[in-house]
Structures are given as structure tokens and as C-alpha cells.
């Protein structure tokens, strides 16, 4: 790990053991990719992050890190598959201390990783932001675990039933025909597209927040490609039509007091366009300091 992420302590795994309060968080990265139907470049994300972070004070006039209630551990970087033990024990870790975990990515297909070895019951739903459902049955033809396929992936094994996986911000022009039945009829998940939400802000609100109202524990995944393009311009998949990021923010509001674990992922960039670098590094402040609240 290049840098720790701004305002966090340098924790590494091996003495997590020692860490007893409770109420913390616990950040770490997954640099990684799976076979892609685009150009790579999100295993970068996590340490650039990191990096741009550096460059911020954490401080604005609604949030001041270093003056939180909680403490914040930046755990390192994890092999989503070489290291899965690793964090299939952070998560105990963290349900034993009731603390939250943020994930930096990697591409989509890391939210499969993650989320496989976190704890499950009737009372804990999933919420991911993207312009894409990633609900194919394989992407590109012939592979089946892709950040096209995440969460059909997570849905199959899990068990997970309809009406606890809510896809926000749908309106990719790149959608397989698959993924375009499943979202059309809502027959697997409840799908909130982004045309709705811009038609309707109110109602939109009011869904999510009956939503979240039926569930103990939320998780949260955040793709890049959510956000309309003139905001995130990331290289990675970009979508016209996205969503706005105050648009997200009041989404998340209602969201973040009953979640648990937030990833961002395909924050994908080159050194001469680092605005979604930028952003990024906004969103987490911004998640940190809703989740102060």
C-alpha cells in the first residue's frame, strides 16, 4: 500500500486481534480486475485514492475528520480470491464490534467477493447505484463471475429473494437482453431507473425509504458509472443520462444509517483526467460524514 487513506489510522490485519472498541470502521482495498469487455485500469483505483486523498484537508464546513466520533482503520489491500480468508475474518471482526466496512475497488466484480462472505439473514437487503443492472447470467458470452454478473451471481447464491436487492439509477444503453427482461419485469429485483427518479424525485424517496424501513442491515455498492458522465468522467464504462451526485446524496441519507458496508468501484481514470479521482475522494468524505450523523 502506497498511502493510507486521509484521516484513518495505518492498521494492518495481523493485529486486528488487538482492536477491541466498538463503533469503528474498517477500510480496505481490492485492486482488481476480472476479465472485462472494455480496457482495465480500476485495479489502479484503490491506491490512487488513496493518493488523491492526500491532497484534501477532510475538512469542510459540515464535516471535519479529525473531529468524528469514530475511528477509522485503513487495513491495506486484499487478493479477492488468494486472501479470502482474510476477509471473511474481518467480517467477524466487524460483527463482533458492530463497526462498518468501506471498500475501495477493483471493478464491479469485487462486490461478489465481498458480500459472498458477509452475514446474511431476512433482514438484510442489498442497494446498488449503477447504470447497469450486472444482472447477466454471463459477460462477455461465456464468462460467468464478470462485473457484468455480480449480482445475478450474489442473488443465485445467496438465495436472496426480490424484495431485498433495490437497483438504483438504471439508464445504460449497453444492457443485454437478459438483464433487460429481468429489470423489465421486476421479477428479480425492484429496480428504480434513473428517468424515474429525475420524473419523480418524491416518489423515488419515498420507495427507498420504504425500502430501507423493512430491513435490520443494509449493503451498498456504488459504481461510477451511476453518476452522468459530465459529473464522473471515468474510463471505464460511461453512461449519458446518469444520475447527479446531490441526487445521490439525498438518496443516501435515507440509506446510510442502516447500512453496514459500502463499496465504490470502477473508479477507473488516466493521469491527464483525474476528476473522478476527485469525486471519489468527495463521496467517501461525504459517506463518512452521513455515517457520522
Do not use: C
Amino acid at each position: 500500500m502506497k498511502n493510507t487513506f486521509l484521516g484513518f489510522f495505518d492498521q494492518s490485519f495481523e493485529s486486528l486481534d488487538k482492536l477491541k472498541e466498538k463503533n469503528a470502521l474498517f477500510l480496505f482495498g481490492i485492486p482488481f480486475e476480472r476479465i472485462k469487455d472494455n480496457k482495465k485500469g480500476s485495479r489502479k483505483a484503490p491506491n490512487a485514492l488513496r493518493k488523491k486523498s492526500l491532497e484534501f484537508s477532510a475538512v469542510s464546513t459540515t464535516f471535519n475528520i479529525y473531529q468524528n466520533k469514530t475511528n477509522y482503520y485503513d487495513i491495506g489491500n486484499f487478493h479477492p480470491v488468494k486472501e479470502k480468508k482474510k476477509i471473511q475474518k474481518l467480517w467477524g471482526k466487524a460483527l463482533d464490534l458492530n463497526s462498518r466496512i468501506l471498500v475501495l475497488g477493483g471493478d464491479h466484480s469485487i462486490t461478489f467477493d465481498t458480500l459472498s462472505s458477509a452475514p446474511w439473514d431476512e433482514k438484510t437487503a442489498i442497494i446498488w447505484f449503477d447504470a447497469h443492472s450486472d444482472l447477466a447470467d454471463e459477460y462477455p458470452p461465456g464468462i460467468f463471475q464478470s462485473h457484468g454478473t455480480v449480482f445475478a451471481n450474489l442473488k443465485d447464491k445467496l438465495e436472496l429473494e426480490k424484495n431485498q436487492m433495490l437497483f438504483i439509477g438504471g439508464h445504460a444503453y449497453t444492457q443485454t437482453t437478459t438483464e433487460y427482461l429481468k429489470i423489465q419485469d421486476e421479477t428479480e429485483v425492484i429496480h428504480l431507473p434513473t428517468q424515474k427518479i429525475f420524473s419523480n424525485k418524491d416518489d423515488s424517496l419515498k420507495v427507498i425509504s420504504e425500502f430501507v424501513s423493512n430491513f435490520d442491515r443494509i449493503y451498498v455498492s456504488i459504481d461510477a458509472d451511476a453518476f452522468d458522465q459530465a459529473y464522473v468522467p471515468t474510463l471505464a464504462t460511461m453512461e449519458p443520462f446518469g444520475l447527479t451526485p446531490q441526487m445521490v446524496v439525498e438518496m443516501l441519507e435515507i440509506i446510510l444509517p442502516k447500512t453496514k458496508y459500502v463499496d465504490i468501484v470502477e473508479f477507473r481514470h488516466s493521469l491527464l483526467n483525474r476528476t473522478a479521482l476527485n469525486f471519489g475522494v468527495g463521496l467517501i468524505f461525504k459517506i463518512l460524514e452521513l455515517w457520522e450523523k
